[in-house]
């Protein structure tokens, strides 16, 4: 089941015949014998083997970071992939030399993935400034130096890249001058040229073998499944976009949820939208982690599972006979058991436009607050006339087999007025559908409080006035 | 001068054992651990995983040339499982293959019948069925008994900790590669490479001089790698040995998790009574340390719970038990601390249950009972050079504790759903091996013909900075550029019967004992100077910046120069010299003695936010006045700083170990074990050096730094208890760490 793949590895193009499911990370360490990347957790939970990927969008290149550990190298094709050995330089890297300067490096085996995270954001954002430059770096885990001496640097180098930074020059003209790339960085675009015509790929998508977009999840779950099965690899080859009709808003299957978090049509109707993603997943595994796979993962507490039930989404669902559109509230049927036959793919994630009269909040609590797994998540959309309620959707994971869509506290709350004691009566009726169970992520007591203390937080960011602090406790 | 070290990692240039480019006939080795907490092995067949691809040789215990059994302190831990299984990740077998994934299939295909045994998890239960680790040890000073007729309140509680994961970044791993005869090179990712060559020795029936282990660098330990790397380096040892290639074994995450012993669960009972002023008379303790399934060094680290069990504090008459519980967990060890954090917890638990129930301030009382010069430690020790209060008033008089609090209760005064609260948190950590004998190093010096230097010693780095520090002491000592010095691999070849770099002494030892081999080359280069320079009196000679110096004069005599020369006069410009710490002593028959040369202080001040309708909270201030001495590396010891205090708060709050009833790890991954990441740092961090501490027992006057900061970690737990004392008023709470989101809510709400 060997696949032809082609890509630039730093300067090179290597060109490989390899079982698609094979990690990125065991491609660069075992067969290239690049060993600067790091192999730590191998499931994409600290960074030690971010690597940054190059693709080309509209004549540029986009640079993101991803983690190689549960990156499968199908999906790297006519991709730049950029490794600490690709960014060394004959003198330190202003980032390196900003990490010597605050002896921010200790035992040294987190190191190259923040070296990497840095350049990667420095690749990538249009301004820096220290508080997105930490957000780049959020899913390193550091065990040594409890990240002090990191910030510092981070702070310092900053202040330095900004400092020289000319504006007359061109982005990379600048990475280049400042040393933060090397030189070989201006030959990428035409090298990806060059190879791009060499591997196009031909997808099918419905004919039953299982659809990897990012494979966040999957490749912690089960890598070895996967190496020893068909599978299609789409995230090199089917790019995804949010696009708008004048009621609706139409999500591409493959949208990463970094892409959904950078929308500008999604954060014009939801403006907390940045802070809520800011709790979910870290900045590479949002890179790579599809809102459909998300969705058919069907993990109880998926947290853009769990965004979009709070809005009542739907998704369109195909196979090569038809097309049929359903409730997201209503896909899910049992633990991880879906209304989708074997043959049938979601092409879309639609939903509604929110009149003026929305209100829309998600929260997620979970043992530590950011790169956890909720313990508990929801979200919760009302639309309110003459204060009345006129439409609610309510979602919950973590308290039932499924990500949890409240349908009769949703309908119950229809028509009520927000007032002060509309909360109990919510808080009460919540407990009626819940179904939770004690697992590593809390007690179920625990999980049935946080749904009553997650609903006082909602009513209270979405209507302080009247869910006035007194109120709440 | 930086880490030069650093320079390698930020160019993912240094090398680990997994980085390591082998000969094309390496094996690699798959462990394969018991899949039951406490089971009968009944029977290990391995025909079917021998005949898999791949597969080189399947070892069991049969196949062990020598003893099967690698027990440090306590001889009970067996490399390979025989007739029972005492906990879940106990080795059972190996396979070697070509592949590391060839290696891992097969091992799925040994096939073990086991019989299943009941299975204990809880330290107090293990007690209650007799099932010890050792007899119980006392600690005692004072008359307890008859102190509690003259305390004015007398409080009694129970106190628990939790376990902690080392998680450091490179898992365990060794190198195994057969040498003539039956000699081996094992290079291993161990804190303590004589106690891997012992091991090896004793497993495979082979003298130790026919073993070399090597240790260029280690990624992170943290005690994780003081005695649980041996098992690893010995069975890739036991594999190299019977097949005569190469044997790699690296650890992959999921099974380094499952396999490898974590910092030991405490529970304990204290009682505490106190005079009306705050005045601590008496304490009397229990610990249960809950061990796992075999010693390792669980001993030693409930011998110093025993030795901190008042941590900063003078309590005249104390009464201090510590009992070893057998379970069927994976057997703990040591971790940054070594038991000293446990102890720290219950004594400051007693303080603030005391505070609660009196009324006297929690403050007050730590303050006024900080102990004093001349003052006795409970195990016989006068204080001397105590900082205890210096650092305490030091950290008043810079961070001004009375306007921070009442900052916290105007914030608190404000704002109804976020809740701030307040703790200080004294520490004072003693410094040696608390086995006396283990105070004790070696070091080589050699000075090449072109000026370089070669220096060898027993210290590993593991990112402490232990290699700077000594690199600072001899090109301080020399004059010389530190360019010029080489930290040479730790290798048991090079220096013999080391102890392990542990205790926070690895800078302490080893830096004095580079110290005496430059002291006696030097004193050989002063007198070829003297001649070469013509002067009668050697003691005129000085070296400063690569030149030698006649009474305070440069001289054309460059280092380089004089080493050439003293070369050419037949001058040994090598030395090998052995330090052992003065002073120390200690009398396990009586648990009295002076067994730390010195000790470390500090006080930390600490401010944190909590979200009281979710139970998530956030570090807004952490302050520490720290002791340490005279810096050998301010950047380096500020970074043991801020890395042990962040390990600390882990461990307070969100860094929980579960199992199941049947001893299955239920935290077993990152995604289920989770450690601070860099939004969990205090939004405002201030670390200041105590001026003019003085210590004789430090290279140039400096203290030891890696493990003291991680208590201050212990003031987290306080102030979050005393932002929910804001919100509830009549909280009344366990003490129990660590005190995660969970526990918050449900004692604010249930």
């Known amino acids: 089941m060997e696949a032809q793949i082609k890509f630039v590895l730093n300067d090179e193009i290597v060109e490989c015949f390899e079982n698609p499911a094979l990690t990125l990370l065991d491609f660069i360490r075992k067969h290239k014998k690049l060993t600067g990347t790091k192999e730590v957790c191998r499931e994409g939970d600290c960074g030690a083997c971010a690597v940054i990927k190059g693709e080309i969008n509209e004549n540029k290149i986009i640079y993101k970071l991803i983690n190689s550990c549960i990156y499968p190298i199908g999906n790297v094709n006519a991709k730049h992939i950029v490794t600490i050995e690709g960014l060394n330089q004959s003198e330190f890297t202003p980032i390196q030399q900003a990490f010597i300067d605050e002896a921010a490096s200790q035992c040294g085996f987190c190191t190259p993935g923040f070296i990497t995270a840095l350049t990667c954001y420095l690749l990538s954002e249009e301004q820096y400034n220290y508080n997105t430059a930490v957000d780049a770096i959020a899913g390193n885990i550091c065990r040594c130096t409890g990240y002090m001496s990191i910030r510092r640097s981070v702070n310092n180098l900053i202040d330095s890249v900004n400092a020289n930074w000319s504006h007359k020059l061109s982005r990379i003209d600048n990475l280049v001058g400042l040393k933060i790339v090397p030189e070989y960085f201006r030959g990428i675009q035409n090298k990806l040229m060059e190879i791009s015509t060499d591997v196009v790929k031909t997808i099918r998508l419905n004919e039953g073998k299982r659809i990897i977009c990012g494979g966040t999840d999957l490749f912690v779950q089960h890598p070895d499944d996967l190496t020893d099965s068909e599978n299609e690899y789409v995230s090199d080859s089917i790019a995804s976009e949010i696009t708008e009709t004048e009621t609706e808003i139409h999500i591409g299957a493959n949208v990463s949820f970094e892409q959904f978090n950078r929308s500008d049509i999604i954060g014009l109707y939801f403006p907390g939208l940045h802070e809520y993603m800011h709790l979910i997943a870290s900045l590479p595994i949002r890179n790579a982690a599809s809102i459909a796979g998300n969705i058919v993962n069907a993990s109880p507490i998926g947290d853009l599972s769990i965004f979009l039930l709070g809005i009542n989404a739907k998704l369109i669902l195909v196979n090569n006979k038809r097309q049929r559109e359903i409730n997201l509230k209503d896909f899910y049927k049992g633990y991880k058991s879906l209304d989708k036959s074997d043959d049938e793919y979601i092409s879309k994630i639609i939903i509604n436009k929110p009149s003026e009269n929305f209100y829309f909040n998600f929260e997620k609590v979970s043992k530590r607050q950011h790169l956890d797994i909720a313990t508990v998540n929801s979200a919760m959309s009302m639309t309110i006339e003459d204060e009345i309620v006129k439409e609610a959707h309510l979602s919950f994971g973590g308290v039932a087999p499924v990500p949890l869509y409240m349908a009769k506290l949703s309908k119950d709350i229809l028509g009520r007025k927000i007032e002060p004691g509309l909360l109990q009566y919510v808080v009460d009726d919540s407990q009626n559908e819940l179904a939770p169970i004690s697992d590593i992520r809390g007690s179920k007591e625990y999980k049935s409080l946080l749904v009553k203390q997650i609903i006082k937080k909602h009513f209270n960011v979405l209507f302080p006035e009247v869910f006035t602090a007194e109120v709440i406790t | ?750």
């Not at chain 2, 290798?491 to 013999?496: D, L, S, V, Y």
Request: a neutral charge; hydrophobic letters at 40%.
């Open chain 2, 1 to 750: 001068m930086n880490n030069p070290d650093v320079n390698k990692h930020v160019r993912g240039e240094s090398i680990f054992i997994d980085d390591i480019s082998l000969p094309a006939e390496t094996l690699h080795c798959a462990v394969l651990d018991s899949a039951f907490a406490h089971a009968g092995l009944v029977s290990i067949n391995t025909n079917r995983a021998e005949k898999m691809n791949g597969v080189i040789a399947v070892l069991t215990s049969k196949d062990i040339p020598g003893e099967n059994q690698i027990g440090g302190i306590i001889q009970d831990e067996t490399l390979l499982a025989v007739d029972e299984v005492k906990y879940i990740g106990e080795p059972l077998a190996i396979v070697l293959a070509d592949s590391i994934t060839n290696a891992r299939k097969a091992a799925a295909y040994i096939d073990v019948e086991y019989k299943k045994l009941p299975v204990i998890t809880d330290a107090r239960e293990a007690c209650k069925n007799g099932s010890l680790i050792q007899q119980p040890t006392i600690f005692e000073s004072g008359d307890i008994d008859k102190a509690w007729g003259e305390c004015d309140f007398v409080y009694e509680g129970r106190v628990e900790t939790g376990g902690q994961e080392h998680l450091y970044l490179e898992t365990q791993c060794a190198v195994a590669y057969p040498k003539e005869e039956d000699k081996l090179l094992v290079l291993s990712s161990t804190q303590h490479p004589t106690a891997v060559q012992r091991a090896i020795s004793r497993v495979l029936g082979i003298p130790m001089s026919n073993i070399e282990v090597d240790v260029l660098r280690l990624g992170g330990a943290f005690g994780g790698k003081e005695d649980q790397a041996t098992h690893w380096a010995v069975l890739s040892a036991l594999g190299a040995h019977i097949t005569r290639k190469p044997v790699k074994l690296v650890l992959p995450r999921y099974q380094d998790i499952r396999v490898t012993g974590k910092r030991h669960p405490y529970s304990s009972d204290y009682k505490i009574g106190l005079k009306k002023n705050g005045k601590i008379i008496a304490f009397e303790v229990i610990y249960y340390q809950n061990a796992g399934a075999c010693a390792d060094l669980s001993p030693a680290v409930l011998e110093r719970t025993l030795f901190h069990v008042t941590n900063s504090y003078f309590i005249p008459n104390v009464r201090a038990t510590g009992i070893s519980c057998k379970t069927n967990l994976v057997p703990n060890t040591a971790f940054r601390g070594f038991g000293g954090p446990q102890a720290m917890f219950v004594v400051e638990s007693a303080l603030h249950d005391a505070a609660e129930k009196s009324g006297i301030s929690y403050q007050t009382i730590q303050k006024s009972n900080l102990i004093k010069d001349g003052e006795l430690f409970h195990y016989g020790q006068t204080c001397e050079n105590s900082n205890a209060l210096k650092c305490w008033e030091e950290a008043e008089r810079l961070y001004d504790f009375i306007q921070i609090k009442k900052n916290v209760d105007e914030f608190n005064q404000k704002n109804k759903l976020v809740k701030k609260g307040f703790s200080i948190m004294p520490v004072c950590f003693g410094i040696s091996f608390t086995s006396s004998f283990l105070n004790q190093a070696s070091a080589l010096v050699h000075i090449y013909t072109d000026g370089s230097i070669g220096v060898s010693t027993a210290a590993v780095e593991m990112g402490q900075g232990v290699n700077t520090k000594i690199k600072t002491i001899v090109a301080e000592k020399f004059s010389v550029s530190s360019d010029r010095i080489k930290i040479e691999s730790t290798n048991t070849t090079r220096i013999a019967n080391s102890s392990a770099t542990a205790a926070s002494s690895g800078a302490d030892l080893n830096g004095n004992a580079v110290l005496l081999s430059c002291s006696n080359i030097l004193e050989r280069l002063k007198k070829s100077a003297a001649e070469e320079l013509v002067t009668e009196d050697k003691s005129e000679i000085e070296f400063a910046d690569e030149f030698v110096f006649v009474n305070g004069k440069k001289t054309e005599l460059t280092w380089t120069k004089l080493v050439q020369k003293s070369y050419m006069k037949r001058i040994n410009l090598s030395s090998h010299s052995f330090y052992a710490t003065p002073e120390i002593y200690f009398d396990r028959t009586i648990n009295k003695g002076r067994p730390f040369a010195y000790h470390v202080y500090g006080t930390a001040l600490i401010v944190v936010e909590l979200d009281c309708i979710l139970g998530r909270y956030k570090l807004d201030t952490v302050k520490i006045v720290h002791d340490f001495g005279k810096s050998l590396h301010p950047k380096v010891d500020i970074g043991q700083v801020e890395g042990g205090l962040l390990q600390g708060i882990g461990w307070m709050t969100m860094e929980e170990i579960i199992y199941s009833q049947e001893g299955r790890l239920l935290s077993n991954s990152l995604s289920t074990y989770k450690v601070p990441d860099i939004y969990f740092t205090p939004q405002n961090i201030e670390v200041n050096f105590l001026e003019e501490s003085i210590n004789k027992f430090g290279p140039f006057n400096s203290k030891a730094i890696g493990e003291p900061p991680l208590m201050y970690g212990i003031g987290v737990y306080f102030a979050i208890r005393n932002a929910m004392k804001a919100y509830k008023k009549n909280l009344v709470m366990d003490y129990s760490a660590p005190l995660t989101p969970e526990k918050v809510l449900m004692n604010l709400f249930m």
